[in-house]
């Protein structure tokens, strides 16, 4: 490959464009390593050089002259460092006058550079990207010892080319992932609103039907099939509103009106529409509060959702014959509700993952969308609470929450 293809090779120049650092502010570290180059090397000028396509840019100078330490680059006509970039290695010159390789850079005469030592700033790929080097005004017999402090430095100056590199990339993937989570969310909460309104159509629609139907077996086909529309737009329903309160969530924007409210009066509400449902199960039901009330700061609404999805999964994961408790305490400046069952427990490795959105332990098969300890945990974080779990295999499960006291 020629000098002119190896400094414009794609791959070359894609690694010059990912340190970002073209025409970039000057900076101190750069700053810092090209005047201890000058003063290890007694030179005059010494510089920190990106070799672009078409120029070459000084990232740090120091002791170069007006104009060009003011512009920041020079084309590569007047460049030495795109030769040491072309060869990968140390180019040591005493002597540039007539020399085989830069002999004819205008630099030599329009700026009276007569000797230049340059080091290949090296990417961990192996591409030669720039240079530190030093230059002086008279020819110059350069020392192994001058030699190995200049690519000592270089070292260091492509440490910190690394670093930004790698600042640079984690920040583009950081700013892809928002965008995609934006977009996520956008698109859900689109979803959502649009399906809202026909799916509670045909939830009214059948139910309408089932109302106004004559009674009798002739009907009854029938209204078995209006039943199971009817059962499936409420759970499409319940779905809707889980993902609404899903990006909610995610935006920032769930909607809570927290007023005084009785911690007491919300807990007995809770228990007197899940009770039924362990009946049902076979599972006894146990309420466990003070006497007296307990005034807290809270929305009402979104108390019961968070009882209702912690106890609802209470009952539905333990087996026959087992009790689900909600209890309720006081804790230092805050309300503390729990919701406890008998049932398997969850293992430890998956209780980290059991707020997140979309998954589900292994203990639960496939039920529902896994939204429901999601949305629990937005909705008391919203109250300004916490949430948390405690689980043993085969003793049982405790959900506890918190909501300030007024």
Not at 68 to 85: G, I, W, Y
Not at 191 to 211: E, I, M
Not at 277 to 305: I, K, N, S, T
Request: charge should be negative; charged fraction near 25%.
């Amino acid at each position: 490959m020629s000098d002119q293809n190896l400094v414009q090779d794609p791959e070359r120049l894609a690694r010059v464009r990912a340190t970002t650092l073209l025409d970039s502010p000057t900076e101190e570290a750069f700053d810092r390593l090209t005047r201890l180059a000058s003063k290890l090397l007694d030179a005059p000028v010494s510089t920190v050089t990106l070799v672009d396509a078409e120029r070459q840019f000084y990232l740090s100078c120091s002791g170069v002259p007006e104009p060009l330490a003011s512009a920041r680059q020079t084309p590569l006509e007047m460049s030495f460092c795109k030769h040491t970039v072309v060869l990968g290695r140390p180019l040591i010159i005493g002597d540039t006058r007539g020399h085989p390789i830069v002999g004819d850079n205008p630099a030599i005469e329009g700026l009276g550079v007569l000797a230049y030592a340059g080091i290949p700033l090296l990417t961990t790929d192996g591409h030669a990207i720039g240079t530190l080097c030093v230059m002086d005004f008279k020819v110059r017999d350069w020392t192994d010892d001058q030699v190995s402090s200049l690519t000592d430095l270089a070292a260091s100056v492509s440490t910190e080319i690394e670093l930004r590199m790698d600042i640079a990339e984690r920040t583009r993937v950081e700013e892809a992932l928002l965008q995609a989570v934006r977009m996520r969310d956008e698109v859900l909460g689109i979803v959502s609103h649009d399906l809202r309104n026909p799916v509670h159509t045909v939830g009214l629609s059948a139910g309408f039907l089932l109302d106004t139907l004559p009674d009798g077996p002739e009907q009854a086909p029938v209204r078995k099939q209006l039943s199971i529309i009817r059962r499936a737009s409420d759970q499409m329903d319940r779905l809707i509103r889980d993902l609404l309160d899903v990006a909610g969530i995610a935006s920032g924007h769930l909607s809570v009106e927290r007023r005084p409210h009785d911690a007491v009066s919300l807990l007995h509400a809770a228990c007197e529409t899940l009770q039924p449902l362990a009946h049902e199960r076979g599972l006894r039901f146990e309420l466990r509060a003070p006497p007296g009330p307990m005034p807290v700061l809270a929305d009402p609404d979104r108390v019961h959702q968070v009882l209702s999805n912690l106890a609802g999964n209470a009952i539905k994961f333990t087996p026959e014959g087992g009790a689900v408790t909600l209890a309720l305490d006081v804790d230092g400046r805050e309300a503390c509700f729990s919701v406890s069952d008998t049932g398997p427990g969850i293992p430890a490795d998956q209780l980290p993952h059991i707020f997140e959105q979309f998954w589900q332990a292994n203990r639960a098969g496939r039920h529902g969308a896994g939204l429901g300890l999601a949305i629990a945990k937005g909705i008391v974080e919203a109250h300004d609470g916490r949430i948390e779990v405690r689980s043993e295999l085969g003793a049982g499960t405790t959900f506890s929450f918190t909501v300030p006291l007024t």
